[in-house]
């Protein structure tokens, strides 16, 4: 851990009594014959779900692009902060490396950018640690393992063991570091199916799939189905989809057919819409989340919704 949260820390905002009205309805199924016209947003949530408990690592994964996958990371992790968890959020995604850009690492002092420790370091430099690589943010109770420009050299590098690299840190630091190591890590995967992607279904205990309803979108959720199945048979045969998220949820008949097929694909995951909200879109230019930028919207209701269901509320 290099830099501590200073003066500059900011606490995510718990929600308050108006932002948890907005929850929706939760049902144990959709109900395929309500009439369009009474037909509205709903949380599904299946009888053969079950909560956990921390520790747990959470990755977050699509093959498509701008399905959702940071903003869904961001706005998870902020939300099991905000019910009083220690978060670790990994910048898996070699494209953009979006999720440090909004979280911002506290990074040390007086060392050239090109000295920085950071995921690429791990997979990269042997015996580094991942204590070596978290970083705090402003954000109490958040820290992160950044990712710079660099990460694509991780997936042009042939690495003995790469796809089980992450489980091995994440296990590495909770034994040797049990009071620092934090209760949910959360790992926010690129679109591609190369290493960073593997190594972090390796690592997962949940998966969350953030999905916009469209046809295009759908179809490339079969790609990711594969992508599951081989992770399962050659890694890591103990994680779940845990939740399906809808994201840029707005009433409409294909939203409908692709929440109720997705329901019936996923029968013991949460399906859930996310609201579409401008206020996503505009609180990464504020290098914050939506919790903070906008603590009042209904997309950051529906995050708090999803994250309260997948994991015990603290206490």
Known sequence: MTETANDTT???????????????????D??????????RAQVRLPDTFGAARPRRTVVVANQKGGAGK????????????AMGYRVRV??????????????????PEGVDPRDLKTLSTLFLAPGTTLADVTYETRFEGLTIVPSLADLGT????????????IRQAIEADRRTRPEEAPDVEVIDSGPTL???????????????????AGGLDFIGMQDLDMTLTTARERLNPNFRVAAVLMTEWAKSGVQRTVTETLAADYPDAIVSPIRRSPKVREAPFEAMPTRVYAPRDKAVADFAQVASLMINRKG
């Open 10 to 28: 900011a606490r995510l905002a718990i929600p308050s009594q108006q932002a948890e009205r907005l929850f929706l309805e939760i049902v144990a």
């Open 30 to 39: 959709y109900d395929t014959e309500l009439p369009y016209q009474e037909w």
């Open 70 to 81: 940071t903003t869904s990371a961001m706005e998870l992790a902020a939300a099991w902060v």
């Open 90 to 107: 990994w910048d898996a995604d070699p494209q953009k490396a979006a999720l440090t850009a909004v979280t911002v690492p506290l990074w």
């Open 154 to 165: 991780v997936e042009k590098t042939e690495i003995m063991g790469g796809q089980l690299l």
């Open 194 to 212: 190369g290493l960073l992607t593997m190594a972090a279904l390796g690592a997962a205990e949940d998966v969350v799939v953030p999905v916009v």
